[in-house]
């Protein structure tokens, strides 16, 4: 072939991005609401990173960008998760339940062994992994979460009819989250906790035992916080903060102060000054305090909206897979819209001075790479319940319902009992 007629063959089968993109997975699988939300999220969480950060990270590394650079770096590996994670069948993530709980347990041991876990104030959180230090508890989070899903289809009978069968899970749950106190980290064991008790009772668990394990949970959260000095210190800090201002209130009153100046429009993109080192945390756990000084009561909403978003849609989603007939596909669905609008919704009641400081960031949105990319994998997650169960939905209404089985990996039979009253999900 001649040069002219190489180059022009290779012309003609030359892709565009997009055609490259669409050649990978159907755009028009993409659940477009999620979509936007999820993009939107790492849209304003990069730009209020950049923001927040400038003045500490040219403190800290005589380079302004410093925290925006690494925060582009990790969304960039946070959307190639949620697209890997996109193309893994859900079949392969219920079958590997037990093993993910097992390596969730084992990263949160290898973390509390010396001199391999890494200690930040006071906390053995993290695993240095050379680049970027990963967070465990993050991983944690969406293993147990999978797990969970995968028991309650297995064993959703005796999770409504026996008291063991509600425990068990609990039980391994408890056990990671003894783990993650040891650390400590209090936050995570909340969100843990609440998230998996969320699912039980979508699952059907009786009221009775659903309501005692809380009170147990609710007590035990209490007498930590009781016989914990700095616990204690937190919960007095918070029931008044302006009662020691310049020591145990200082960072709740600082990021009052960041909200009531926002007022209804912020002072504007950049405009912050509590971000000048009177803030602490302003580019992680109190990015949301700035987010409010700069864009106001009006950049507030639509941030919440765009939470609000995200968690319906997973209700949707988790319903639609209900509808199909795929359990597992529901109980994940449910389980990370729960595990990441409750976090965000601790996240900005800490930050208003609603509840305790956690220590637990704003996702999608807050710097930091093990919670960014986890959340980007869980959104990945969820596209793939929305993919797996449409194409189900779309072959069977063509009369493709044996393909539409087969393409989708699998059905899960309906349970025998009947459907939580209000709770769409058996």
Not at 254 to 277: E, H, N, R
């Amino acid at each position: 072939m001649s040069a002219p007629a190489e180059m022009f063959s290779r012309l003609a089968s030359f892709k565009s991005p997009r055609k490259q993109l669409t050649s990978w997975f159907d755009l028009d699988d993409l659940d477009p609401v999620l979509t936007v939300a999820f993009i939107s999220l790492l849209t304003i969480g990069v730009i209020m990173v950049a923001s927040s950060s400038i003045s500490v990270a040219d403190r800290n590394y005589s380079n302004p960008f410093y925290y925006l650079q690494r925060q582009l770096v990790f969304v960039a590996i946070g959307i190639f998760a949620a697209l890997t994670v996109f193309k893994i069948r859900l079949v392969q993530w219920e079958k590997s339940g037990m093993a993910l709980l097992l390596f969730a347990l084992f990263l949160l041991v290898l973390v509390l062994i010396p001199g391999v876990g890494k200690t930040v104030n006071g906390s053995t959180r993290w695993l240095p992994l050379g680049v970027f230090n990963l967070q465990v508890s993050e991983l944690v989070k969406l293993f147990l979460v999978i797990y969970v899903a995968g028991y309650l289809v297995r064993h959703g009978d005796a999770v409504r009819s026996s008291l063991w069968g509600f425990l068990k899970p609990m039980l391994m749950v408890g056990l990671a989250g003894l783990l993650l106190l040891i650390e400590p980290d209090f936050g995570a064991t909340v969100v843990i906790m609440g998230t998996v008790l969320g699912m039980t009772f979508l699952a059907g668990a009786r009221f009775v035992q659903f309501m005692s394990f809380v009170m147990i949970f609710a007590s035990a959260a209490m007498l930590l916080v009781v016989t914990s000095p700095y616990r204690m210190q937190r919960l007095t800090s918070f029931a008044n903060p302006w009662a020691d201002p310049f020591d145990s209130g200082f960072q709740l009153t600082q990021s009052l102060i960041a909200i009531g100046t926002g007022g209804w429009f912020g002072t504007g993109l950049g405009g912050s000054v509590q971000k000048l080192f009177y803030l602490p945390e302003s580019h992680t756990d109190f990015l949301f305090a700035v987010l409010s000084e700069e864009l106001g009561f009006v950049g507030v909403s639509f941030v919440v909206l765009l939470y609000a978003a995200l968690f319906f849609r997973s209700l949707k989603i988790a319903a639609q897979a209900e509808r199909a007939g795929n359990y597992f596909a529901a109980y994940l669905a449910y389980g990370i819209g729960i595990w990441l609008s409750m976090q965000a919704v601790i996240n900005m009641g800490v930050n208003v001075g609603l509840l305790p400081t956690k220590g637990l960031t704003l996702p999608l949105m807050s710097y930091g790479g093990s919670s960014l990319i986890v959340c980007c994998a869980a959104i990945g997650l969820l596209m793939r319940i929305h993919y797996e169960t449409n194409g189900v939905s779309r072959q069977a209404s063509k009369g493709g319902a044996r393909k539409a089985t087969r393409t989708a990996g699998r059905i899960k039979k309906k349970p025998a009992t009947g459907v939580r009253a209000g709770g769409a999900l058996l």
